[in-house]
């Protein structure tokens, strides 16, 4: 039997930009697998590389060498209409700040990435409204951003995120704007959103709090891997509990 393709693999993959006169090696030959269902936190200090990764998943940005693969296809043969396909049903994002439209309530920002998709209006806000479930936040579905806290914000930045319904979530530093309780639930729903929807999750942090979040942990360093560690089920793990 054929082993199952990875959620997402990089086979030596280099970026570099160019800054002024000199080119910046983002991203240096990294070879990287995440298994499906797997939790990856991903650490490193400003200008390791870890942006630079999650932008090459998402298809947001082309590597200079090397190959990106999401589900077992290679994003290099991909056109702009099917990476922007991806985004829609396969990977949802995640960033440090919000991104929520303030003109907006809670229920109409989870829809807004299922608005490109050709669903009829009734199927959509179904979803929307099970995302917001799935979030706690099923009472806050009428309220705009200026009336929900940052918690309840990023909250609702993960229900549009899984209201496409996706096999992977990136999440860009999702706690960086957060005080350390608020951070902490989110930390605990991705969790909840990975251990009981099996979705993959590969998360970028400054934190070795949210790291422990992880299944395993992988250290960037000049757009390498230089350390990985992974949190055995016999290590204490952040406790879960239903949303309330």
């Keep these: 039997m054929q082993a199952a393709q990875p959620a997402i693999k990089l086979v030596d993959?280099?970026?570099?930009?160019?800054?002024?006169?000199?080119?910046?090696?983002?991203?240096?030959k990294l070879s990287l697998s995440v298994p499906r269902g797997e939790f990856l936190?991903?650490?490193?200090?400003?200008?390791?590389?870890?942006?630079?990764?999650?932008?090459?998943?998402?298809?947001?940005?082309v590597p200079d060498e090397g190959e990106?693969?999401?589900?077992?296809?290679?994003?290099?043969?991909m056109g702009d209409r099917e990476l922007a396909r991806m985004r829609r049903t396969e990977v949802g994002v995640v960033f440090q700040f919000?991104?929520?439209?303030?003109?907006l309530t809670?229920?109409?920002?989870?829809?807004?990435?299922?608005?490109a998709s050709g669903l009829q209006r009734r199927i959509m806000v179904e979803r929307a409204q099970r995302?917001?479930?799935?979030?706690?936040?099923?009472?806050?579905?009428?309220?705009?951003?200026?009336?929900?806290?940052?918690?309840?914000?990023?909250?609702?930045?993960?229900?549009?995120?899984?209201?496409?319904?996706?096999?992977?979530?990136?999440?860009?530093?999702?706690?960086?704007?957060?005080?350390?309780?608020?951070?902490?639930?989110?930390?605990?729903?991705?969790?909840?959103?990975n251990r009981d929807q099996r979705v993959t999750i590969v998360l970028v942090t400054h934190s070795a709090v949210a790291a422990a979040y992880g299944d395993r942990v992988i250290a960037l360093q000049d757009g390498q891997v230089v350390e990985e560690t992974i949190n055995r089920p016999e290590k204490p793990r952040p406790q879960l509990r239903p949303l309330s």
Excluded: W
Excluded at 13 to 28: F, L, N, P, S
Excluded at 110 to 115: A, E, F, H, Y
Excluded at 159 to 164: E, M, N, S
């Design 13 to 28: 993959v280099t970026k570099r930009y160019r800054r002024g006169i000199r080119d910046v090696v983002a991203i240096q």
């Design 41 to 61: 936190a991903v650490m490193g200090p400003s200008g390791s590389g870890k942006s630079t990764l999650m932008n090459l998943i998402a298809g947001l940005d």
């Design 68 to 77: 990106v693969l999401v589900g077992g296809e290679s994003l290099a043969a």
């Design 98 to 103: 919000f991104n929520l439209l303030p003109h």
């Design 106 to 115: 809670a229920l109409d920002n989870v829809t807004l990435p299922l608005r």
């Design 131 to 193: 995302a917001l479930t799935a979030v706690g936040l099923a009472d806050r579905a009428d309220h705009r951003p200026m009336e929900l806290a940052g918690g309840e914000m990023q909250r609702v930045a993960i229900a549009r995120a899984l209201a496409i319904e996706p096999s992977i979530i990136l999440a860009d530093e999702p706690t960086g704007n957060l005080d350390s309780s608020s951070g902490a639930e989110i930390l605990r729903l991705l969790r909840v959103c």
